[in-house]
């Protein structure tokens, strides 16, 4: 879908220069209590920590952090008690808006949650409403300059991906949750440089959104949501084509 602007898509072209650095540091920690929690604490064998790692890095995460988060996680530290908690709803237009959260306060969270919801115009919706029009899929980023096109899609199919499409700065390969870790490996085994991976929410469809003032209002609303310190991650099926994006931005 290259040309148009998936929140997936605005999420990796914003994160080089967010600069809110603390609250990055601090989702990821808790992210990383929870990943090494379940999956124990050594990224050669737990993939989804050795990802999430890496994102920690990308943004200078310092390496004293990153250790204390695992080591939070797997108990060699003591630990908040962090619960994990999905929220679903909509945007105005029928945009499909899914929130995950980790907190040590559920109450709190559902209403910052709910609060961010009523002051943007939408809809809290029942659970597993939303959720079945998402699939959990890998998601791998290779930067466009560092490969070509072609031989990266062969060798992304011969390892077992789904997909991959360009989306300009870079190629995104999409696997199975299961086929994701061996993808990933035989990629880095191959010398190919992964840019950004992760395990994630992708929407079956994706909702054209055309007019300038209801994407700007969309994106105020999930950029308000990722703002709250418990919430992790937003995943929404809305889809900018890149003329109205760049109309935002002049």
């Not at 995460?61 to 797997?74: C, E, Q, S, V």
């Amino acid at each position: 879908m290259s040309g148009h602007s998936k929140w997936s898509t605005i999420k990796h072209k914003k994160a080089a220069t967010d600069a809110k650095r603390g609250k990055i540091f601090s989702k990821l920690a808790k992210e990383m209590m929870i990943v090494a929690r379940q999956g124990g604490g050594d990224p050669g064998t737990n993939i989804t920590l050795r990802t999430l790692i890496q994102k920690a890095r990308a943004v200078n995460m310092p390496a004293d952090n990153i250790d204390r988060a695992i080591k939070k996680g797997t108990g060699e530290l003591e630990g908040e008690q962090m619960e994990e908690i999905t929220y679903e709803g909509y945007a105005q237009g029928g945009i499909a808006i899914i929130v995950q959260a980790l907190t040590d306060n559920r109450n709190r969270t559902a209403s910052e949650v709910r609060h961010v919801f009523t002051k943007h115009n939408g809809s809290l919706a029942g659970q597993g409403s939303v959720a079945r029009t998402f699939n959990r899929k890998g998601v791998i980023q290779v930067g466009s300059q560092a490969v070509n096109e072609d031989e990266l899609f062969e060798l992304a199919l011969e390892c077992g991906a789904e997909d991959m499409t360009n989306e300009g700065d870079y190629y995104e390969i999409v696997t199975g949750t299961a086929e994701y870790p061996d993808v990933l490996n035989r990629l880095e085994e191959r010398g190919v440089a992964v840019e950004q991976s992760e395990l994630t929410l992708l929407p079956e469809t994706y909702m054209p959104v055309t007019d300038a003032g209801q994407a700007a209002g969309l994106l105020r609303f999930v950029e308000a949501l990722e703002d709250l310190d418990d919430v992790q991650n937003v995943y929404a099926n809305f889809d900018i084509p890149d003329d109205v994006m760049a109309s935002l931005n002049d």
